[in-house]
Nanobody
Framework: QVQLVEFGGGAVQAGDSLKLSCAAS????????MGWFRQAPGQEREFLAA????????RYGDSVKGRFTISRDYVKNMVSLQMHDLEFEDTGVYYC????????????WGQGTQVTVSI
């Protein structure tokens, strides 16, 4: 069982930057793919970014490509999402997720952190 805790959300203005972080309870983060998702009010959960367990290129959703960057710290067992040039449409609850390498479904989820972008 892996527990994930997100932090760093808040209220910002359009054009601002914000960094979200996710602390994982496992000391074997390299065995897990890590991802970020968000859910806007009344919308389905949307994929934002993901990293494989043992490196390789990151994947991004079309809506955040070029503005968001996912990274991980194997020592601190954390994964982060650096967000630049935030837009009103980026408002939502942001979730960190993890899945064991080789698994097709995301197995573990954090409780989410709210990001609100005002115009």
């Amino acid at each position: 069982q892996v527990q994930l805790v997100e932090f760093g959300g808040g209220a910002v203005q359009a054009g601002d930057s914000l960094k979200l972080s996710c602390a994982a309870s496992t000391h074997s983060l390299s065995y897990f793919a890590m991802g970020w998702f968000r859910q806007a009010p009344g919308q389905e959960r949307e994929f934002l970014a993901a990293l494989r367990g043992r490196g390789g290129p990151a994947r991004y959703g079309d809506s955040v490509k070029g503005r968001f960057t996912i990274s991980r710290d194997y020592v601190k067992n954390m994964v982060s999402l650096q967000m630049h040039d935030l837009e009103f449409e980026d408002t939502g609850v942001y979730y960190c997720a993890a899945r064991r390498s080789g698994e097709s479904s995301w197995e573990y989820w954090g409780q989410g952190t709210q990001v609100t972008v005002s115009i």
